[in-house]
């Protein structure tokens, strides 16, 4: 099983390939909403570096949002130009689960967050309940300063945090807010590959021709497109 993983949602980006029990090749970049002319220049060499052609990938995953209008539509875009041609099953992940998916050992909260813009940060609680892994709160356009006025006990904060943003959490929840340090808490192509791996063994797959975007929701459930002006702050 060969996994091409796709994530531009946001102005962090990257690209995987992903077989079972190994990584070949994993890359992250920061961009200014650049998604649409950097990422197939990277995909090709991606895979002209392993020696592979699409053909041989067995599927293709990518990150649906929230995000960047923008970043999230170029990422759809290039993985249905692949898929299709191909016939390559493709399967979609949201942002926020490829985010949280490294702590679900964690017997605490865990707030994942992406930015979107203008003081604003997309979010989603996830916790383990009776063993299970679970999103415990949808996702939802909000700030830190309302993550804090509802966290009334330890959690993890994980994601996109500046530093300055990690001061607030810290003064305003003290030993309650906790924050791994930056490289464990980034959102990582290959934690999709690997969220997109369970969904196949049990042959879950996405429809090429309808998969469309996650949008964030307003507290009051409005969907909600990421306003690019100001992204990723």
């Known amino acids: 099983m060969m996994i ?3 994530d531009t ?3 962090f980006a990257g690209l995987a390939l992903w077989e079972k029990d190994h990584l070949w090749a994993e890359e992250v970049w920061h961009t200014r909403l650049n998604h649409s002319v950097e990422l197939m220049p990277r995909i090709q060499r991606m895979l002209a570096t392993q020696r592979l052609g699409v053909e041989r990938l067995t599927a293709i995953a ?8 923008t970043g999230v539509r170029a990422g759809l875009a290039a993985a249905k130009g692949l898929a299709l041609p191909y016939r390559i099953p493709l399967v979609g992940v949201s942002t926020l689960d490829v985010t949280a998916y490294p702590f679900q050992q964690s017997d605490l909260p865990v707030w994942a967050v992406i930015s979107a813009g203008r003081g ?6 996830y916790q383990r309940r009776e063993e299970e892994w679970k999103q415990v709160i949808a996702p ?29 959490l810290r003064s305003h929840l003290g030993d309650k807010a906790i924050v791994p340090p930056p490289a464990l ?19 879950d797959v996405d429809d090429a021709m309808t998969l469309a975007p996650i949008y964030l929701q307003t507290p009051e459930g409005h969907a909600l497109v990421t306003e690019e002006p100001g992204f990723g702050r």
């Not at 604003?120 to 609680?125: L, V």
């Not at 192509?189 to 369970?198: D, K, W």
């Open 140 to 168: 939802q356009l909000t700030t830190f300063e309302a993550l804090c006025a509802r966290t009334h006990a330890p959690a993890l904060f994980v994601g996109e945090i500046l530093a300055a943003e990690v001061a607030l």
């Open 62 to 69: 990518v990150a649906l949002g929230p995000g960047s209008f």
């Open 9 to 11: 949602a946001t102005c």
């Open 120 to 125: 604003r940060i997309g979010a989603a609680c």
């Open 185 to 203: 808490r980034a959102r990582r192509a290959s934690y999709l590959a690997e969220l997109a791996a369970a969904r196949l063994a049990n042959h």
């Open 4 to 6: 091409l993983a796709i």
